[in-house]
């Protein structure tokens, strides 16, 4: 692990120890398994199945449906999670969900759908999931398609028709090839949005997310859900704290550097 990243780590827990972590459903963010790519959201498998063991046994993992409509009801949901992967690549249908399936563990994955239907890798080597292994996966019952736009857009730079037709297309995309319709957003990149963005994402989905690295307690707007990322480099020790709603100090840090690494950026 870098130097940088482990002293956040450690940080991000000394900050949790005075400032406790808030209560509420915890929803992790992973993007991609089977360490095809040296990134660092690229989980080993074998690292990816003890978290989900790990869940199945001392967790208690909700389907998003199941949990945004609890969380709208304004019910408490501490002590649950939710599983979710961004973007849509082949290691999804290859490598996590076999492992999803053999701890019987519900999972959502928001696909950018360009990707998937013009087959564009995603950055850092990241093949994209096929129209057909989807299907396969959507058959599972375990899986939920949710969107992540058309074409991977990062929609606070976006004029509002712009910001229409990348939602549009993804749900309509979704409906034909899948046969589901996609009730649930993921914002690329985890970019807060703007007042455009956000309404119509309102307008299209019965809920959104975010980053944040923090629990969603009752009351919540379900429509700025909060997530943590799951990285290689968590381990067992920083993945326990992730699952008990920790480490948001790691999350002001990723925001600080992303508000350098996109400004002007459009994908
Ligand atoms: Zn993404």
Redesign the pocket.
């Known amino acids: 692990m870098g130097l940088l990243a482990s002293t956040v780590k450690v940080t991000a827990h000394a900050v949790d120890v005075v400032r406790s972590p808030d209560a509420g459903l915890v929803i992790l963010i992973y ?1 991609r398994v089977g360490a095809r790519t040296p990134v660092v959201v690229d989980l080993p498998t074998p690292v990816f199945d003890d978290q989900m063991s790990r869940l199945a046994e001392t967790g208690d993992v909700l389907s998003l449906d199941d949990a945004v409509g609890r969380l709208s009801a304004g019910e408490d949901l501490t002590g649950h999670q939710v599983i979710t992967f ?2 849509g690549t082949v290691d999804f249908v290859e490598d996590a969900l076999p492992v999803l399936d053999k701890y019987d563990l519900p999972a959502t994955l ?1 696909v ?1 759908t360009r990707h998937i239907d013009e087959n564009v890798p ?1 950055p850092d080597g990241g093949q994209s999931a096929t129209w057909a292994s989807l299907a396969d996966a959507v058959s599972s019952r375990l899986v939920t398609i949710g969107s ?1 736009t058309h074409s ?1 857009a990062l929609l606070d730079r976006l004029a509002p028709a712009d910001v229409a037709a990348e939602l549009d297309r993804s749900i309509e995309l979704i409906g034909d090839k899948l046969g589901v319709h996609a009730s649930h957003f ?1 914002y ?2 985890a970019l807060a949005p703007t007042p455009i963005a956000d309404r119509a994402v309102r307008e299209r989905f019965v809920s959104a997310a975010l980053a944040g690295t923090r629990a969603n307690g009752p009351g919540c707007d379900v429509h700025r859900l909060l997530r943590s990322p799951i990285q290689t480099t968590d381990g067992s020790r920083w993945f326990g704290h992730k699952v008990a709603g920790g480490m948001r100090f790691e999350d002001e840090v990723r925001q600080m550097v992303n508000r350098r690494r996109y400004r002007g950026a459009s994908a």
Do not use: E, I, L, T
């Open positions: 993007h961004d973007d928001y950018a995603f992540h991977h993921a690329p990149k």
